[in-house]
């Protein structure tokens, strides 16, 4: 069965240092890979998605940046994080496939929440 | 901007069905109408998602109109762990999340 995990579930980093959140996805291959941000009382903001390796769409301008050096590895950067970069940080994965119907069923990881003071 | 139009926040008594409306008037020909739920401080949980044809799983149903403009999810027999926030999306695999139904199930 699949699996996705994402670490660290829980980091406080001060303003201006710099972030690493890192996914992986067990039991699948070349599948989609999303980065979302939820921040308080807010929705979910899709931040990054990437069709294969070294494949990164960025969804809005900000702060941060992705890479995905390998087929099942998603990782979300900052070098300088900022007070707005607070939130609760979310991986998902989809089937791929252009046509593939099920390419919206998207498997969340168990979240990441940050907090920049 | 939104694509779709939820109510904010319903109630809904242990053991009955929960309707959840979902507006998408501007839903284009290949975008499937998607819902997923999230319980608080978990990521969101697939629940069920649709093109024309009404759709039935372990979890819910999902009812599409004929016009594809507006569809509602159903949970026949809703249970305290259904309260959660309910997302109602229209796209295909980029998906934009918005605000969602509070579904609060009560005793």
């Known amino acids: 069965s699949q699996t996705i995990h994402q670490w660290p579930a829980t980091l406080v980093q001060p303003v201006g240092s710099p972030l690493s959140l890192e996914c992986t996805v067990e039991g699948t291959s070349n599948p989609n890979l999303y980065w979302y941000r939820q921040a308080a009382g807010r929705g979910l903001q899709l931040l990054f998605y990437?069709?294969?390796?070294?494949?990164i769409s960025s969804e809005v301008p900000q702060n941060l940046s992705a890479s995905r050096p390998q087929d099942r590895q998603f990782i979300l950067s900052s070098k300088k994080l900022l007070l707005s970069d607070s939130g609760f940080y979310l991986c998902?994965?989809?089937?791929?496939?252009?046509?593939?119907?099920?390419?919206?069923?998207?498997?969340f990881g168990e979240g990441s929440r940050l907090t920049v003071l | 901007d939104a694509k779709t139009t939820q109510p904010t926040s319903m109630d809904c008594a242990e053991g009955r069905a929960a309707n959840l409306p979902c507006n998408h008037s501007t839903i284009s020909g290949n975008e499937y109408v998607y819902w997923y739920r999230q319980i608080h401080s978990q990521g969101p949980q697939y629940i069920i998602h649709?093109?024309?044809n009404n759709e039935t799983n372990e979890m819910a149903s999902l009812i599409i109109t004929e016009d594809r403009k507006s569809s509602t999810l159903i949970l026949p027999h809703a249970t305290l762990r259904d309260t959660a926030v309910y997302y109602c999306i229209v796209g295909y695999s980029t998906l934009t999340f918005g605000k969602g139904t509070m579904l609060l199930v009560s005793p």
């Open positions: 990437s069709v294969g390796i070294g494949q």
């Open positions: 998902a994965w989809s089937n791929s496939g252009q046509w593939d119907r099920r390419a919206g069923e998207l498997f």
């Open positions: 649709g093109l024309k």
